[in-house]
């Protein structure tokens, strides 16, 4: 769960549900917009839910880390939150990857698993 830079009132958050969405906290019936359809690009966009998120300082693009086991459902993605589509998807990490980050002047990301 984060707030989204510049947008006060919008959080991002992965679910168990393995989508991502924004929800708008001034919306009083909880509606959220979904960023990541179950399928992308003719497979499922995750098969493990997200554990962990950031969002750059922009707000415009949302980082993604996800459970997995033995290097299945182990990868960070990064999404364009107005496009609403997976940029790229980072493959290698062989268990859950816990941690993402946007690094501070911009440019690069980063992410760590457990194993």
């Not at 690009?41 to 693009?61: E, H, I």
């Not at 609403?84 to 993402?100: A, I, P, R, S, W």
Request: include cysteine.
């Amino acid at each position: 769960l984060k707030f989204v830079h510049g947008e006060p009132n919008c959080v991002a958050q992965g679910s168990e549900d393995l989508t991502l969405r924004v929800w708008d906290l001034r919306i009083e019936d909880g509606a959220g917009s979904t960023i990541t359809p179950n399928v992308v690009a003719g497979r499922n966009a995750y098969q493990y839910f997200p554990l962990c998120l950031d969002v750059s300082a922009d707000g415009r693009y949302i980082l993604t880390g996800s459970k997995g086991f033995n290097g299945v459902g182990c990868e960070g993605r990064l999404w364009d939150r107005r496009m609403g589509k997976m940029l790229t998807e980072f493959v290698g990490h062989t268990q859950d990857t816990v941690g993402c980050a946007f690094m501070p002047r911009g440019g690069f990301v980063g992410g760590g698993d457990v194993g």
